[in-house]
């Protein structure tokens, strides 16, 4: 199986702030990764795909990039409604993995 | 809008069959890869399997023993089965949509709402 390591695994920030989280796969995967935000109680939610791919509706303050081994995911300016956890999650090969998520605080 | 609702007991006895159902509503269903997905409380997120509209399945080596995932397309929905169950399997299971199993495509646009099974005598 491929390892997703994300780091950190959590994070303090403030409203306004610039964020930046890295995941790292444990063999080359392309563009194949995929980053979802999951509040308390709910379903992941598509974010990013094929690591720096917008989904429709998603705010531009999100953005993704890397290739191969090495991926960040970044947030511009952090809203109050961005405080939730975010996974990355490679789609190259079965199985698919997740990384083990970052808690994003204030 | 595509909407995938999952449903089934809250409450398995160990060593019983985990059995659960997704209901997918609000659009076309051919053509897809149908998975589950489960997260165990405070914890990360394992990918249990797929079945594609082939009728094709995938499942993840470290549950492949115990899961069956099963669909029938003249209700809309897609079953999983995970026998033998134990307290490790306590988990929110979710079902998720995706277009292909691997490469382009293969990210989860849809998922359910998720709901918790726990396993306890």
């Known amino acids: 199986d491929i390892q997703m390591t994300q780091s950190p695994s959590s994070l303090s920030a403030s409203v306004g702030d610039r964020v930046t989280i890295t995941c790292q796969a444990s063999?080359?995967?392309?563009?194949?990764l995929n980053w979802y935000q999951q509040r308390p109680g709910k379903a992941p939610k598509l974010l990013i795909y094929?690591?720096?791919i917008l989904e429709s509706g998603v705010p531009s303050r999100f953005s993704g990039g890397g290739s191969g081994t090495d991926f960040t995911f970044s947030i511009s300016s952090l809203q109050a409604e961005d405080f939730a956890t975010y996974f990355c999650q490679q789609s190259n090969n079965l199985p698919v993995t997740f990384g083990q998520g970052t808690r994003l605080e204030i | 809008q595509v909407q995938l609702q999952e449903s089934g007991p809250g409450l398995v006895k160990p060593s019983e069959t985990l059995s659960l159902t997704c209901t997918v509503s609000g659009g076309p269903n051919n053509r897809y890869y149908w998975n589950w997905i489960r997260q165990p409380p405070g914890g990360g997120l394992e990918w249990i399997g797929y079945i594609n509209y082939r009728g094709t399945t995938n499942y993840n080596p470290s549950l492949k023993s115990r899961v069956t995932i099963s669909v029938d397309t003249s209700k809309n929905q897609f079953s999983l089965n995970l026998k033998s169950v134990t307290a490790a399997d306590t988990a929110v299971y979710y079902c998720?949509?995706?277009?292909?199993?691997?490469?382009?495509?293969?990210?989860?646009?849809?998922w359910g709402q998720g709901t918790l099974v726990t396993v306890s005598s």
């Open positions: 094929d690591a720096s």
């Open positions: 998720a949509r995706a277009v292909r199993g691997t490469g382009p495509d293969a990210e989860f646009h849809h």
């Open positions: 063999q080359d995967i392309g563009h194949f």
